[in-house]
């Protein structure tokens, strides 16, 4: 364990910090998951509504800092081309 204050301060924010980007990231892959259900079920109305909702958390995710603009964007660009590649 630390002694100094300031390195005691930064092992509490990390931890804060890693907490909240961990539940940032399990809300996307959520978002993520539930595109990819519609998907298999070829149920493309659902599909393209999760798509605007996984979209919007993905777009939140980079903007706090948790994903970086690329990752975000290709994540984002996979779902939309599967969508788009429904019948």
Do not use: F, P
Not at 44 to 64: F, P, S, V
Request: glycine content about 2%; hydrophobic content about 45%.
């Amino acid at each position: 364990m630390a002694n100094i204050k300031s390195a005691k301060k930064r092992i509490l924010v990390n931890r804060t910090k890693a907490e909240r980007n961990k539940a940032i990231k399990s809300s996307v892959k959520t978002a993520i998951k539930k595109v990819r259900v519609a998907i298999e079920a070829n149920d493309k109305e659902a599909a393209q509504a999760a798509l605007l909702a996984a979209t919007a958390t993905i777009d939140k995710a980079a903007t706090k800092g948790v994903y970086h603009k690329n990752n975000a964007s290709r994540k984002v660009s996979r779902l939309a081309k599967a969508v788009n590649a429904m019948e």
